[in-house]
């Protein structure tokens, strides 16, 4: 099946420790974003890429960090400088040419034990 | 500063009701405009979404938006609204100057049977 796949779809964080979340496509897309969704302020975003080797900071991107050394993978790392990582965490892949619609991975759920 | 602002958090319904969410935006350049929706437990969905030409557009599952350029809005309406409607909503809009896409902060939508 071609999609967007994040994984894992739950994951917890202990203090002063960084996580990586997983977000894979199948899709041939260029761009890769990633979005943090919290209660009442939307989506806003924390880094995307527009082409392999390279990305960009969003408007949120303090205490988060990317790579992108393959089209198809845009893992993203909470690191512990990030104090309030609680968050639902979305990614998203956009094709060259398609007029900015952004597709949309099922999420990864970040929580503070 | 760019942005898109929903008017509406929290809107409940009862089945058949019709519905109209706001959605306001401001930023210049070419405007493109989209609704997308969450429902319970699955991916973000693209309803509709608005380039050029025509603007009213019709999205899926009965729904459609106008864009107003004068009033710089992009309302999301369905006539008569049903129990599986019930869902988050999300404006965005993306400006041909920065090329990001930027949400709204959400409307979650509650339709009682």
């Known amino acids: 099946d071609g999609g967007i796949t994040q994984s894992p779809k739950y994951l917890f964080r202990k203090e002063g420790q960084n996580v990586t979340l997983s977000c894979e496509q199948n899709l041939n897309h260029d761009a890769m974003y990633w979005y943090r969704q919290d209660p009442g302020q939307g989506l806003r975003l924390i880094y995307y890429?527009?082409?392999?080797?390279?990305?960009q900071k969003g408007d949120i991107a303090e205490g988060y960090s990317v790579s992108r050394e393959k089209k198809e993978s845009f893992p993203l790392t909470v690191t512990s400088a990030q104090k309030n990582p609680t968050a639902f965490y979305l990614c998203a892949s956009r094709p060259t040419g398609a007029k900015n619609i952004q597709y949309f991975g099922a999420g990864t759920r970040l929580s503070v034990l | 500063a760019q942005s898109v602002s929903q008017h509406n958090h929290h809107v409940i319904l009862s089945e058949a009701a019709s519905l109209e969410l706001g959605c306001n935006y401001s930023?210049?350049?070419?405007?493109?405009l989209f609704w997308y929706v969450q429902y319970p437990g699955q991916h973000l969905q693209l309803l509709l979404k608005?380039?050029?030409?025509?603007?009213l557009v019709k999205g899926i599952k009965g729904f459609e938006a106008e864009f107003i350029k004068s009033k710089f809005s992009f309302n999301l309406r369905k006539p008569s609204v049903q129990w599986s409607d019930t869902a988050e909503y999300f404006c965005?809009?993306?400006?041909?100057?920065?090329?990001?896409?930027?949400f709204g902060q959400g409307t979650t939508l509650q339709v009682k049977p």
């Open positions: 965005a809009g993306i400006s041909s100057n920065t090329g990001k896409l930027i």
């Open positions: 890429s527009q082409i392999v080797n390279d990305f």
């Open positions: 608005y380039f050029s030409g025509d603007p």
């Open positions: 930023y210049g350049g070419t405007v493109n």
